[in-house]
């Protein structure tokens, strides 16, 4: 959280003050309890973004920025809380980007880590180190750190998908990069791993044909992911909460190190049990119409809705539909917030 901290005792002579300046040190004492907050803190408010509002803008984009302008060309979703920061989160970047038929986006590589998930449109694709991965509505697809990845559309109607990256966090660290941009190369691959490798739960290949580069799957199809949630659906409990999380296939960790991924079912008029935890979400509306809480604030949402979490809100999700399921896709920091021993999450009434 980005704030102005004091660093002069004014009780203190003004020569000692002058000192310690001088010699670029400061009392604690005058900040300690900005640095350590006696409560959880963070600058960013629970939000919607409306895919009714935000679909006419993405389509006047693409007519009003060539793609040779724009390299990525994609409307930020910037929590307003954080304004100036291009930041959904303290830790997470989420934009809407829209690509044309027989556009091609230039490759690239960069330090961050970043996901896709397809909004609208059939016929485009990402290729990520040469693997060619199809997008289709609901698909999930990784770009890890420092693989090269290009877009590219073979489609007849625009293509959106949802941009998910650790931006805000990689340059916390002072450690966010990219290279320049190249032109997109034909894939090396016509298939990724989940077509024809990972097709079904707790099968792995003895030898993969693709290159190993520690992320034997970079693309989910959402068919596979809906078909498991409504199985699920049917026979788990009222009242038990039905949602996946997106794996490493081979290791049961995280698709990304910084980021986790998660689909959940929400059953005709259920109420999901409140919580709230550490980590910060981004939620993206797949199908169904609901509302959820966040903190203080009710969200109504619909198909093609974005809305945010902050951390160490409540949250709880309600599909008020009699008949009709609702399905709800999030990115999140928790593998972070795990990772550092500051994961804490609590189960409310």
């Keep these: 959280m980005t704030t102005t901290l ?12 002058q000192a310690l300046e001088a010699l670029s040190l400061g009392p604690l004492w005058t900040a300690l309890h900005q640095l350590l907050p ?26 009003l920025v060539p793609i040779e302008q724009a390299e990525r060309r ?15 989160t303290a830790t997470l970047f989420a934009g809407l980007q829209i690509i044309l038929p027989r556009e091609a986006a230039p ?15 059939r016929g485009a694709y990402t290729t990520v180190d040469g693997v060619k991965c199809a997008m289709e509505p609901g698909d999930l697809i990784i770009t890890p750190p420092m693989r090269w990845h290009d877009h590219g559309h073979e489609g007849s109607e625009p293509v959106v998908w949802l941009d998910g990256l650790d931006i805000p966090l990689v340059r916390a660290l002072e450690a966010s990069w990219a290279s320049r941009m190249r032109p997109a190369r034909p894939p090396a691959t016509e298939t990724d791993s989940s077509q024809d490798e990972f097709t079904a739960a707790g099968l792995v290949p003895r030898r993969s044909r693709y290159a190993d580069t520690g992320y034997p799957q970079v693309r ?24 996946l999380r997106y794996v490493n296939p081979k290791t049961g960790a995280p698709p990304l ?26 939620y993206h509306v797949i199908e169904g119409r609901g509302e959820s809480r966040i903190g203080d604030a009710v969200l109504a949402w619909e198909p093609g809705d974005t809305f945010v979490a902050p951390p160490w809100h409540v949250v709880a999700h309600t ?12 990115f999140n920091d928790e593998p972070v917030l795990r990772s550092l021993g500051l ?3 609590e189960s409310l009434p």
């Design 343 to 345: 994961w804490q999450e």
């Design 38 to 63: 006696n409560e959880r803190q963070t600058q960013a408010v629970p939000h919607r973004w409306r895919w009714h509002d935000l679909r006419p803008l993405l389509l006047e984009a693409a007519r």
């Design 220 to 243: 989910w199809p959402w068919a596979a992911p809906r078909g498991a949630l409504a199985a699920m659906a049917a026979a788990a409990p009222a009242g038990q909460p039905v949602a």
């Design 74 to 88: 994609v409307l930020v979703l910037e929590n307003p809380g954080l304004k100036g920061r291009y930041a959904i």
């Design 107 to 121: 490759s690239h590589h960069h330090t961050p880590a970043a996901l896709r998930l397809v909004v609208e449109g």
């Design 257 to 282: 190190a910084t980021m986790g991924c998660e689909c959940q079912w929400l059953r005709p008029g259920e109420v999901t049990p409140a919580s709230r935890s550490t980590a910060s979400a981004v």
């Design 6 to 17: 004091s660093t002069r005792d004014e009780t203190l002579p003004t020569t000692y003050s």
């Design 319 to 330: 599909n008020p539909a009699p008949s009709a399921p609702a399905c709800l896709f999030q």
